[in-house]
Structure formats: structure tokens, C-alpha cells
């Protein structure tokens, strides 16, 4: 097995037993990087030196310290992770995909960055991404798209496309992302990895590009489902820098991740199998219920009846936060001036701009606002009768590159399952089933906010039945 | 095809100019035409909305429920005038230098 192969848990404990060096691994991910990049283009900046430099550090680090030492203060002690570079990282250049951006240089770390480095990881390279997360499929970054590993002719799905691709291909073991509409589920299943959008402020969102601040949320790719949880640990929690983020504490979330869940009652709602989703897509979804069910699951039929309001209800309120949240590129403090902004920026500043516009915005934002109101109820009642829920994450399996990208509002539909998460600040995991013609298909498991202690118990189980099976 | 896309649009050439202008950003003659056209195929599938009752629905900006979140109003380290200005494309001293906003 090849360095880059291995998952965090994997890789820590080769680190511990000494059969390889922090510099190895870092090394190893680095030649992945050098011999796939050309071609799938999923960073926009690689930190080799930084990185390099880092890995020798730590193993001077190694040396000095006892295991133990290392097992409880530094989690992720030498992990190259890379980051969507939409998270600030101080000395690194951070574009969030678009030239606007292109020489801004922030003088400080996200929060996310700085509990990744204080727990030991090493930041390996900075990922592409729709320009400021705007897509669905990767193709709206201004360094080019980025393209399946599986299929390159076909979408790695976004916006956070270079992270899911850097994991899916050993670019790094871990990767960051952000997730307002299914940024970080869409790639994921798309690649056949791991993805996890936490709770409404569960993770700060502290120096990370804003998109739709009622909505973002910051998460994260991994190989399986025990580096989620372990990752999550490091990042989650209350941050003074961003008031959403509540004060209790964080759990362990590795803790009761190998508890079985018999006897978890799981809802499917029957508005999540619609006219237009693929077969393939609806058969493998349903033998992954039937998985469920075998673990000792109960499985539930609910309903979500404002589900197909999703998609309107955000596509009204993400463009005005969105118009907000750009307001603020000048080109007097840094990066350059509005003209480099490309379509799909200019689309969402334009729809945000006309929809809180007088006279328009009790029509739109208003409304939408209340109909968010009842998304978020439909799922409060499906709680009192279930634990979590499961759903498809894409109606479709990865689409081609350019077949969407003249029809915006084609391409804001790829988020159909995804969207009401966000909407009502769900924790959401998604996680692969299998694969259809040898691409990969995801499934997302939903619950109450601030469940995903629940949620990775659920893909856990999931995950060794499938191993078993193979 | 053209004939229906225009007949649902329901934003006019100048509105899309008003718009970018508000939101001050350039846009040439063919992008006007493009973004008339896109944008009013989205707010037309917005519509759908108009089909969900809302009365006595309350709005939901904040979806976690945390209200009046405070913090000590203490002084703490923050940017170095240095660091602050590492990125300015011009300064002076310690300012950003900006184009001329209000004329005389």
C-alpha cells in the first residue's frame, strides 16, 4: 500500500510505530499531486515547500515526543490536509476561485486552519473551487475545472470540486470545504468520498470567503467515516470571532461511532424520489435502505412537503446574502476591482440586488424567508417520528463537463436534495453506496441539528457492511 | 424557442441595467442581453412560491435560534497597521489611498 493510500486513523499509526516519517508522507501526497494535477486540476496553489518544511519540523517534533503525548494533544499530528481555498491561510495565497482574488494574501488563518494546525496537520495546498463556491459542478472557477477522477470528461461536482477530487485521489488524506446548498455533498458523492456538512455553526465559518451567511457552513472530505468524525472533533466548537457558533460543548463524536444501531428509526421521504431521477440511482438508494434495515434499522416512510419549494426558496434568499457579502470587493484593501468578476458571480449579485430591491422584496425575499420557515417545520415534525433520514444526494450520476453551464437554472437544480439541509440548518453526511458504470453514487443521512454524533454512527455502520460485503 | 423565452421575461433590458448599476458592475451590451435573459428564467421558476400559503408564517433569517449573542467589550490584539495594509494596491502612511469619491 502506497502512503497516500492510507486514511488518517491508518497513517497515525504508522507515524506512532515509526515505519515511515511525516516527510514520507507528506512526499507521497506531493508526487500524487505532481503526476494527477495536470491533468485533473484540482489545486489551485500546492505548498510543496511549506509543507516539506513543516514535515521535517514535525519529525524533529516525533523525536522529542512521547505517543501518548501525541495521541491526546495533537489528533492529527503530521496529516497533509488540504483546503479549499476559500479558507483563509496566513502567507498563502487565497483566491476563493476568482481573479478578484488572485494576488490576495491574507495575514491571518481561518479558525478552521488554525484548530487544523494546532492539532497537527499540515497544509498541503490550497484546492479549486467555483468562484466564490457559486456551482454546482466546478466549472465556474476562473483557474479552469476541475475534472472527475473517475471520468475526465465529466464533472467532479461543487463547488468544493479540487477537495473532493484531492481526497478521492490521495492528493492529501483530509481535505476542507464549505457547504451552503451541497458544496461539500454533490463533489462527494460525485467522487465516491466522504463528506460531511455539520450543523448550522457547529464549525466557524471565522475567515472563510462568505457566500450566504445564513447558510454556510464549514465542513470537510475524508476517505471514510471515522477521519469525518475525528476531524469534526478538531474543528467543531465556539469561537468568540463568529457569534453563531453556541457555546456548549463538543463531543467526542469518535466515541460511539462502533455502537450498533439497532432499533434507529430511519424516515424516507417520499418527495426525494422524483420524475427524472435516474434508475440506477433510485435502485442503488433503496438497497442501501435495505442495508439499513438489515442492521437492524427501522425504516419509515415520512413526507417533507415543501421539498420542491426548496430550490426557489434559496435561490431567492443565497443571491441577496450573497450580493451582500460581495459588496464588499472594492480593490482599495486587496485583490482587484469588480470588473474581474465572472458570470455566475455577476448572475447572483444581480438576481440578490433585484430581490431585496424596493418594491420587490417583500414578493421575493419576504416570502422566501417564510417558506424557509416552513422547510424547516416539515423536518421538525418528521423528528418526532424518526431519528435521521435518508436520501439520494443527486438525482443524476456526475453530468458532463459544459453539459449545464450555458443554463443556470439547469444547473442550480443539481442541488434539489441538497438544499434543504441548509435551509434548515441540518447536519447532513454523505457517503458512497457503490457505483453505476463505473461512477461513484453517494447517499446523504440527514438528522436534528447538532446530531452528528448520530449521523456517524449511522454511516459507520453502513460503511462495514458494505466493506464486509466486498 | 427565442419567441417563449421572451414572452416569460419578465425583467426588462433597462432594469438589468439598473441593477448592475446598483450593484456596480460594468456589463457590455451582449451581457445585458444574456443576463436579461437568464435571470428572468430564474425569477420566473421562483413563481413557484406564490403557490404556498404564508399567512401567519414568522420568517426565519437565524435557524439554530441563538438571539443577542454578547461578548465583553474588552480590548484584545488585533492587525498591525503593516499587516492590514499588506495587500493595498496604494497607501499613504497608514491609510488606503482611494480614487476621488465626492467631487468638488
Known amino acids: 500500500m502506497k502512503l497516500y493510500e492510507l486514511t488518517i486513523s491508518q497513517a497515525k499509526e504508522g507515524l506512532e510505530k515509526k515505519k515511515f516519517s511525516v516527510k514520507d508522507l507528506v512526499a507521497s501526497c506531493l508526487e500524487q499531486i505532481k503526476k494527477l494535477n495536470p491533468k485533473l486540476n484540482a489545486f489551485i496553489t500546492v505548498c510543496e515547500k511549506e509543507a516539506l518544511k513543516e514535515a521535517e519540523k514535525k519529525d524533529l517534533e516525533i523525536k522529542k515526543l512521547r505517543n501518548l503525548e501525541i495521541k491526546g494533544k495533537f489528533p492529527l499530528f503530521g496529516i497533509p490536509i488540504a483546503a479549499k481555498d476559500l479558507f483563509c491561510t496566513k502567507g498563502i495565497r487565497t483566491t476563493a476561485g476568482s481573479k478578484v482574488l488572485e494576488n490576495y494574501i491574507p495575514v491571518y488563518d481561518a479558525t478552521v486552519i488554525k484548530k487544523l494546525k494546532e492539532a497537527g496537520a499540515i497544509i498541503i495546498g490550497k484546492t479549486n473551487c467555483d468562484a466564490w463556491a457559486h456551482g454546482s459542478s466546478g466549472e465556474n472557477s476562473d483557474f479552469g475545472p476541475t475534472k472527475n477522477p473517475f471520468d475526465e470528461t465529466r464533472v467532479p461536482g461543487g463547488s468544493s470540486s479540487g477537495s473532493a477530487v484531492a481526497v478521492a485521489t490521495g492528493m492529501s488524506l483530509a481535505a476542507t470545504g464549505t457547504d451552503t446548498g451541497g458544496s461539500i455533498r454533490l463533489p462527494a458523492a460525485f467522487c465516491g468520498v466522504v463528506g460531511l456538512k455539520p450543523t448550522y455553526g457547529r464549525v466557524s465559518r471565522f475567515g472563510v470567503v462568505a457566500m450566504a451567511s445564513s447558510l454556510d457552513c464549514m465542513g470537510h472530505f475524508t476517505k471514510n467515516i471515522e477521519d469525518s468524525a475525528l476531524i469534526l472533533s478538531v474543528t467543531a466548537g465556539k469561537d468568540p470571532y463568529d457569534a453563531t457558533t453556541p457555546s456548549f460543548e463538543t463531543p467526542d463524536y469518535l466515541k460511539n461511532l462502533k455502537k450498533e444501531i439497532r432499533g434507529i428509526k430511519i424516515g424516507v421521504p417520499k418527495e426525494y424520489f422524483i420524475k427524472g431521477m435516474e434508475k440506477e440511482i433510485e435502485q442503488q438508494t433503496l438497497l442501501a435502505i435495505k442495508g439499513l434495515e438489515k442492521l437492524g434499522a427501522k425504516i419509515v416512510e415520512i413526507s417533507l412537503p415543501h421539498t420542491k419549494y426548496a430550490v426557489a426558496t434559496y435561490y431567492i434568499i443565497q443571491p441577496a446574502e450573497v450580493s451582500s457579502n460581495l459588496a464588499r470587493y472594492d480593490g482599495i484593501r486587496y485583490g482587484f476591482g469588480r470588473e474581474k468578476f465572472g458570470d455566475e458571480a455577476k448572475r447572483r449579485i444581480m438576481l440578490g440586488t433585484y430581490t431585496l430591491s424596493a418594491g420587490y422584496y417583500e414578493a421575493y425575499y419576504l416570502k422566501a424567508m417564510k417558506v424557509r420557515t416552513l422547510i424547516k417545520q416539515d423536518f421538525a415534525e418528521a423528528f418526532k417520528k424518526v431519528q435521521a433520514i435518508v436520501t439520494p444526494v443527486s438525482p443524476t450520476l456526475p453530468f458532463k463537463l459544459g453539459e449545464k453551464t450555458q443554463d443556470p437554472l439547469k444547473m442550480y437544480l443539481s442541488d434539489i436534495f441538497t438544499i434543504p439541509a441548509n435551509l434548515a440548518g441540518l447536519p447532513a453526511l454523505a457517503l458512497p453506496i457503490g457505483f453505476v458504470n463505473n461512477l461513484p453514487v453517494g447517499i446523504q443521512i440527514l438528522g436534528p441539528q447538532f446530531s452528528e454524533e448520530l449521523l456517524f454512527r449511522i454511516g459507520y455502520a453502513l460503511e462495514r457492511q458494505r466493506e464486509n460485503e466486498k | ?104
Open chain 2, 1 to 104: 424557442m427565442s419567441n417563449l423565452k421572451s414572452q416569460i421575461s419578465n425583467l426588462t433590458k433597462e432594469e438589468v441595467k439598473h441593477i448592475a448599476k446598483l450593484a456596480k458592475l460594468k456589463l457590455t451590451e451582449e451581457e445585458v442581453e444574456k443576463f436579461q435573459q437568464q435571470l428572468s428564467e430564474v425569477l420566473e421558476y421562483m413563481k413557484v412560491l406564490n403557490e404556498v400559503e404564508t399567512g401567519g408564517v414568522e420568517p426565519t433569517a437565524q435557524v439554530t435560534g441563538l438571539e443577542n449573542v454578547f461578548r465583553e467589550d474588552e480590548v484584545f490584539p488585533s492587525l498591525e497597521p503593516n499587516e492590514a495594509l499588506s495587500c493595498a494596491p496604494a497607501r499613504e502612511g497608514n491609510f488606503f489611498k482611494t480614487g476621488v469619491v465626492l467631487e468638488k
